[in-house]
Nanobody, 122 residues
Framework: QVQLVESGGGLVQAGGSLRLSCAAS????????MGWFRQAPGKERDFVAA????????DYADSVKGRFTISRDNRKNTMYLQMNILKPEDTAVYYC???????????????WGQGTQVTVSS
């Protein structure tokens, strides 16, 4: 089992940048595929990005390709989401997620963090 804690959210102007972090507990972080999801008010939770256990594979939602970058540091048990050229439509609660299976982390991961709010003003 893994416990996840997000940080780094906040208020930023359109065009700005933020970096989210997800710290994981336990000694087996490197055996989990990791991902980011987001949920805007009144909408469903949507996939944002995923990264494989060793970082060799990444996937992104079309809406963030070219602007967001997912990465991980297995020595620090931490995953990151660098968000650039932020838009008001990126406003949402961002959730960190994990699963031992990469295909599951793309849509139905077993483990979730509590979320961090990102607000982009126009």
């Amino acid at each position: 089992q893994v416990q996840l804690v997000e940080s780094g959210g906040g208020l930023v102007q359109a065009g700005g940048s933020l970096r989210l972090s997800c710290a994981a507990s336990g000694r087996t972080f490197s055996s989990y595929a990791m991902g980011w999801f987001r949920q805007a008010p009144g909408k469903e939770r949507d996939f944002v990005a995923a990264i494989s256990t060793n970082g060799g594979r990444t996937d992104y939602a079309d809406s963030v390709k070219g602007r967001f970058t997912i990465s991980r540091d297995n020595r620090k048990n931490t995953m990151y989401l660098q968000m650039n050229i932020l838009k008001p439509e990126d406003t949402a609660v961002y959730y960190c997620a994990a699963d031992r299976l990469y295909n599951k982390v793309l849509n139905t991961p077993n483990y979730w963090g509590q979320g961090t709010q990102v607000t982009v003003s126009s």
